[in-house]
């Protein structure tokens, strides 16, 4: 490969495009301006499951649709479940799709002893 110069360059090969064995898909109305709240709501989700979870797509919609999605099934929908998630209930949804036996911590609350 040439430069502009005419110079000869060194290859450099591209890596391969990563595949998400595990992806979150929310889909927002972007003409209701629900896009902050979705990419604040996946910033979320990276954080708590990093590692576990490979990908957070945000994909704008229209109609006032709020959905999320987590390997192709539906785990929230706005009109449904009454509004939109919390980031606690999100995760727990998650979770107990993804790797129902890990703990959340203070996300899972806390329990009352007698």
């Known amino acids: 490969m040439t430069d502009i110069s005419g110079q000869s360059s060194q290859s450099t090969s591209i890596p391969a495009v990563p595949t998400a064995k595990n992806k979150v898909v929310i889909h927002y109305c972007n003409l209701c301006r629900w896009m902050l709240r979705s990419a604040w709501l996946a910033q979320e989700l990276l954080t708590t499951f990093d590692g576990e979870l490979d990908e957070v797509a945000l994909h704008p919609g229209t109609g006032g ?27 727990q949804r998650v979770r107990d799709l993804l790797c129902p036996e890990r703990s959340l911590g203070h996300s899972d609350g806390h329990k009352k002893t007698d």
């Open 65 to 91: 649709v709020f959905h999320v999605w987590l390997n192709g099934e539906l785990i929230w929908d706005r009109v449904s479940d009454g509004g939109f998630p919390e980031a606690k209930e999100l995760k």
